[in-house]
């Protein structure tokens, strides 16, 4: 069988396949919005136990309704904090809030170290949240493998806003922007040199800029230098950055200036381009989440009037695609089909190390998926 042949049979299974019938009944149990029901199907999803993908299969057409805010930044920034504030602030519009909060992985369980959780732990009982810890468990990104899955299970349970909260992080944990409709970055005055920091990529994903702890000094100095680099980059220079004496909270939280940020785009006078902001919080006091709920708003419906929410998440739904399919063809490669053992055998050989890993691989492959993958060759350069 050619893997064309294997790739068809096994169309024609999931064409016959249904739900097996726990499978079933726990879908049934979620989407009629049974806490419990919701926790199993986490922790299938999570844990990749059995019948995890025809949950994710039965629930796909509920996913997709839900605003996914991405909360990213630094260690210390209080990403835990703020999303706490940002809960309190969106239970007090009746919304329900699903969140999933990114833990390192405890070096003695595997799991989640539960600080986020626990720093969370006032908004933790109300009946209209519910929080999910995960842990990394080694994936990058400032993620844990299975996110983005968990995120559509409490989309198809019916949660008005899912809230996913990272890792800290540092320059190339970026994840989150793949994973989130909207991403904010908190940063804190002590984060360092703003000028510098805009240098790392973190600061490439985010859609707004928050500056948590901002009654510390150097608050309005860091929103400032944030605005002058994203101006420069836009070539907006000077157009609204905040004044010498930095941001008036109580001001922005109006409905009315966050509602400004999505503006005509100059060269054709007709579709919105977003103009990131940078706000100014104390989250500990609640002070300008008002504005940035606004923003948060503001942006959402950016994405949906621009087209731009719909273009994500094909983005999205096309790269999750290819990780599937990558983790399928790896499972049939290294275990279904002896790619292991090929491999041992290979690095047991006098001279394994003297074989180009290029060579070994297409052998694996080609023996394992019948296919007769061409070798690439390396072709010297010059240079050292």
């Known amino acids: ?42 922790s299938a999803v999570e844990n990749q136990g059995p019948g995890f993908r025809e949950l994710l299969d039965a629930v796909h057409a509920r996913a997709g309704r839900a605003q996914r805010i991405g909360v990213t930044g630094p260690p210390g920034a209080g990403k835990s904090t703020l999303v706490a504030a940002l809960i309190a602030h969106y239970r007090g519009r009746a919304q329900s809030i699903g969140v999933v909060a990114v833990d390192p992985t405890s070096p003695f369980t595997g799991g989640a170290l539960l600080g986020d959780r626990i720093r969370m732990n006032d908004v933790a ?127 922005a939280g109006s409905d009315r200036n966050a509602r400004t940020l999505a503006r005509p785009q100059p060269e054709s006078g007709a579709r919105p381009v977003w103009e990131i902001p940078v706000l100014q919080t104390v989250a500990e006091a609640q002070q300008g989440i008002d504005a940035l709920v606004a923003a948060l708003d503001a942006h959402f419906e950016w994405l949906v009037s621009s087209g ?29 089909r002896g790619g292991d053992e090929m491999l041992a055998k290979a690095a047991a050989a006098p001279d394994a190390t003297a074989r180009s890993p290029y060579q070994v691989a297409a052998t694996i492959v080609a023996a394992t998926l019948g296919e007769d993958v061409p070798v690439a060759r390396y072709q010297s350069t010059g240079r050292s």
């Not at 016959?16 to 419990?36: D, F, Q, T, Y």
């Not at 929410?309 to 275990?335: D, F, H, K, P, Q």
């Open 1 to 42: 069988m050619t893997v064309h042949d294997h790739a068809r049979h096994l169309d024609t299974m999931n064409e016959a396949m249904s739900p097996s019938a726990p499978v079933a009944e726990l879908v049934e149990g979620l989407l009629a919005g049974r806490r419990i029901a919701l926790a199993r199907a986490i």
């Open 125 to 251: 009982l109300d009946d209209g949240v519910f929080i999910r810890s995960m842990a990394t468990r080694g994936s990058a990104g400032g993620l844990a493998l299975t996110t983005e899955e968990v995120a559509d299970v409490m989309d198809a349970y019916g949660f008005d806003r899912i809230i996913i909260e990272t890792v800290g992080v540092g320059q190339t944990e970026l994840g989150i922007a793949a994973a989130a409709d909207t991403t904010a970055v908190v940063l804190v005055p002590e984060s360092g040199d703003g000028i510098q920091a805009m240098k790392a990529g973190l600061m490439e994903v985010s859609d707004l800029f928050v500056i948590n702890k901002a009654d510390r000094p150097g608050a309005d100095r860091m929103a400032r230098e944030i605005s002058m680099m994203l101006h420069l980059r836009t070539g907006n220079f000077m157009r609204n950055l905040p004044a010498h004496h930095g941001v008036d909270l109580s001001r």
């Open 308 to 336: 731009q929410r719909e273009r994500r998440r094909t983005e999205r739904w096309t790269e999750r695609v290819r990780e599937v399919a990558n983790r399928s063809i790896g499972r049939t490669v290294w275990r279904s």
